[in-house]
Nanobody, 122 residues
Framework: VQLVESGGGLVQPGGSLRLSCIAS????????MGWYRQAPGKQRGLFSHINSGGHTNYVDYVKGRFIISRDNAKNSVNLQMNSLKSEVTGVYCCNGGNGRLSLAVVGELEYWGQGTQVTVPS
C-alpha cells in the first residue's frame, strides 16, 4: 500500500487548506486512516482520524474548525482545515492500515505517507 499526501502549503492565519491522502495498492487492507502532525522540534502525534465505521475525532484545539472525511470511490482521506492558526504548523503525515486509531491510545497503523508541510505564520 502506498499513501501519497498533497495539499499542504503556506497560508495566512484565518485561511483554509485541504489536505488529501490517496491510497493505492492493496487498499482492501485499510480500515482506519488518520493524520499525524509533527510540530517543529516535537514528536509526531495523532491529530485526527476516521475509522472504518466512520467514527472521527480531532485534537481538542481544532474541533469545530477541521473536518476529516473519506472518499471510498477515490480511496482517499481528506482533512479540511479552516480558520487556521499558527498552532497547527507542522508536517502532516497520512497513516492507515488494518486496525483502529484513537487519540486516547498511543499506536499507529502500518502504512505511512511521506508528509506534507503546513505553515501558518504567527
Amino acid at each position: 500500500v502506498q499513501l501519497v499526501e498533497s495539499g499542504g502549503g503556506l497560508v495566512q492565519p484565518g485561511g483554509s487548506l485541504r489536505l488529501s491522502c490517496i491510497a493505492s495498492g492493496e487498499i482492501f487492507s485499510i480500515g482506519a486512516m488518520g493524520w499525524y502532525r509533527q510540530a517543529p522540534g516535537k514528536q509526531r502525534g495523532l491529530f485526527s482520524h476516521i475509522n472504518s465505521g466512520g467514527h472521527t475525532n480531532y485534537v481538542d484545539y481544532v474541533k469545530g474548525r477541521f473536518i476529516i472525511s473519506r472518499d471510498n470511490a477515490k480511496n482517499s482521506v481528506n482533512l479540511q482545515m479552516n480558520s487556521l492558526k499558527s498552532e497547527v504548523t507542522g508536517v502532516y503525515c497520512c497513516n492507515g492500515g488494518n486496525g483502529r486509531l484513537s487519540l486516547a491510545v498511543v499506536g499507529e497503523l502500518e502504512y505511512w505517507g511521506q508528509g506534507t508541510q503546513v505553515t501558518v505564520p504567527s
